[in-house]
């Protein structure tokens, strides 16, 4: 599958119980079509120790949230939009559909 976005990329949540949050992506796994941002989606963790120096306990963690709950934003203009595709000396570039801006 086809991802709108890549690690560290800046996006905002459209949908879900953490709309309107910005966030950077911190993992894009494109087999499941979901994204890790970093603040949004947190779970408690009840996790026991591994090692004898290591402490176990309850940790908050990030979950992957699905790529259509969130929208790529703009460095330029700072506003979420769509990402488009533009192809300049054989190379595919991802431009913002608002401003014509190159994202990456």
């Given at each position: 599958?086809?991802?709108?976005?890549?690690?560290k990329?800046?996006?905002i949540?459209?949908s879900?119980?953490?709309?309107?949050?910005?966030g950077?992506?911190?993992?894009s796994?494109?087999?499941?079509?979901?994204?890790?941002v970093?603040g949004?989606?947190?779970?408690?963790?009840h996790?026991?120790s591994?090692?004898?120096?290591q402490?176990?306990?309850?940790?908050k963690?990030?979950?992957?949230?699905d790529?259509?709950n969130?929208?790529?934003v703009?460095?330029?203009?700072?506003?979420p939009?769509?990402?488009?595709?533009?192809?300049?000396?054989?190379?595919?570039i991802?431009t913002?559909?608002?401003?014509?801006?190159?994202?990456?």
């Amino acid at each position: 599958m086809k991802m709108h976005v890549k690690a560290k990329d800046e996006v905002i949540v459209i949908s879900g119980k953490d709309k309107g949050v910005k966030g950077k992506v911190l993992a894009s796994l494109p087999k499941s079509g979901k994204v890790v941002v970093e603040g949004v989606a947190m779970v408690t963790k009840h996790q026991k120790s591994r090692a004898q120096g290591q402490p176990g306990g309850i940790i908050k963690k990030e979950a992957a949230i699905d790529a259509s709950n969130v929208m790529l934003v703009c460095q330029k203009c700072g506003k979420p939009s769509r990402s488009g595709v533009k192809v300049t000396d054989g190379k595919k570039i991802r431009t913002c559909k608002k401003c014509g801006e190159q994202i990456d």
